[in-house]
């Protein structure tokens, strides 16, 4: 078995024999792009052959951040590679731009007290148009979520949003140019009416996906309907719910309950997600291939394991950075 560094450096013989490339570059980028998805353990070995070849697969190795102290609810990403904390805090230090910036969907899960490191986290990753804010506490967190002008797709707990009078609702800037977003809670029913209000009044939104109880998607539905923004209405619904939702509204879809931060995964790493079912299954009400008062979108196969390349390739888990802090890597 050879070492990394002896393996880079046997790639590096055999394929840079010269200073200039055997092929013309573009075949050449194409070539280890290929690798990168098929082999993406073998990244950090790749980028180190040549410093085009770094700058060809740095994207590629650093795409989707993981931020979390809660390692339970990520153990689909166990055998992914590890890349070492450190490895991170130090690319996120000047000069910039560094490697990181490169990074476009974030999930943050943050320990308590946390908001400077996210603060230092989107500094260097000013490029970020998904995230996924797995914390009630959002309105702590403001000041710099209203720093992220590329942000346009966003799941988040809708307590704020299902307490804020609408007459007094004022939009913060991060959520004027969002135009998926994904209520991960709303079982409550009592603020149905704010939360539905308040969600209509964001100007560029086109997606949104409920997770309120059962019995109040009717009643949701009736309230967010009227939006004509609106593309694609999503609920999530529990396994045992199988009738009595149709609608005459196309944008009206059902899903099952998942596992909503591993199928943001799938989404933030390009493959088929609910949104992209979603807006299929309407796409077919609207071309008359299917009844226009179906809602329930038709089980997709299972998520593949971690062992599947399809993930693998996309996905790198990083050590625990002391304290209780883990930064996952694509």
């Not at 209509?200 to 009643?219: G, R, W, Y």
């Not at 038709?298 to 399809?310: F, G, N, R, Y």
Request: charged share 20%.
């Amino acid at each position: 078995m050879f070492s990394d560094d002896e393996e880079a450096q046997r790639l590096s013989v055999h394929l840079q024999r010269t200073s200039l490339p055997h092929l013309p570059p573009d075949v050449e980028r194409i070539i280890f792009t290929i690798a990168a998805d098929l082999h993406w353990k073998r990244i950090p070995i790749l980028m180190r052959i040549a410093w085009r070849v770094k700058e060809w697969l740095e994207p590629i190795l650093y795409r989707v951040a993981f931020i979390s102290d809660d390692d339970y609810k990520y153990k689909f990403l166990a055998a992914f590679c590890v890349v070492p904390t450190t490895v991170f805090l130090l690319k996120i230090t000047p000069p910039l731009p560094s490697p990181v910036s490169h990074i476009r969907h974030i999930l943050w899960n943050p320990a308590e007290s946390a908001d400077a490191i996210f603060a230092l986290v989107l500094s260097a990753c000013p490029l970020v148009e998904d995230l996924f804010f797995d914390d009630e506490h959002i309105t702590d967190y403001f000041p710099t979520l209203n720093q992220m002008h590329c942000l346009h797709r966003l799941a988040m707990y809708p307590q704020w949003l299902s307490s804020s009078n609408p007459c007094d609702f004022q939009i913060p800037q991060f959520l004027r140019t969002i135009t998926h977003l994904k209520l991960l809670g709303g079982k409550d029913t009592s603020s149905l009416s704010n939360l539905a209000a308040n969600v209509n009044s964001l100007p560029n939104l086109t997606h949104v996906a409920f997770n309120v109880a059962d019995n109040a998607i009717e009643k949701m539905h009736s309230y967010s309907r009227v939006n004509t923004r609106l593309e694609c209405i999503i609920f999530f619904i529990n396994e045992d719910r199988t009738t009595g939702l149709g609608s005459d509204d196309e944008r009206f879809v059902c899903v099952r309950q998942v596992d909503f931060r591993r199928e943001w995964l799938v989404e933030a790493t390009g493959r088929v997600g609910y949104w992209t079912r979603a807006d299929e299954f309407i796409a077919r009400k609207r071309a008359g291939t299917l009844d226009r008062t179906s809602y329930l979108i038709p089980d997709h196969s299972p998520l593949e394991t971690p062992s599947d390349s399809s993930v693998q390739r996309r996905v790198l888990r990083a050590a625990p950075a002391p304290p209780n802090k883990n930064i996952v890597f694509s």
